[in-house]
């Protein structure tokens, strides 16, 4: 990712997180980096694609992450302590983020919210496969999660 569209996506976060999705639009993103708001459509096709771009980026990143604190984890224990760490950091690295995702899930668009679920669910699995080895019980192995998510995600 280029430094510009990476920094028009932490400024769109910041807005979106103080004000809305609904109450930004182009031309404040472009007013606060700098550019008008017609000269965003060469970075991103619209509003939208900027607010799936800031949950994907944010999806990708975590995942990224988490895959390689458990390649290079010493033992199951390290891997979910390295998890939360790293977990934690980032929501407060990235307190905007957090609450995009919380409160415009919904502003989304079909296959943004795909592209963004499939990430998500990846990175439950990346959490599932480092608590399972954690886990202290006899009880048969259950399914982590359903295959599916539930459709009021």
Known sequence: MTPRRQQILDTAADLFAARGFHGVS?????????ISGPAL???FASKEDILGQCLLHASDQLLAGARELLSGAASPQAALHALVARHADFALDNPALIVVQEREWDALGTEARAQVRKHQLAYIDVWTDALRPCARTSAP?????RSRPPSAC
């Open 26 to 34: 182009m031309g404040d993103i472009g007013a606060a980096v700098g």
């Open 41 to 43: 459509y060469k970075h």
């Open 141 to 145: 192995r259950r399914p982590a999660r």
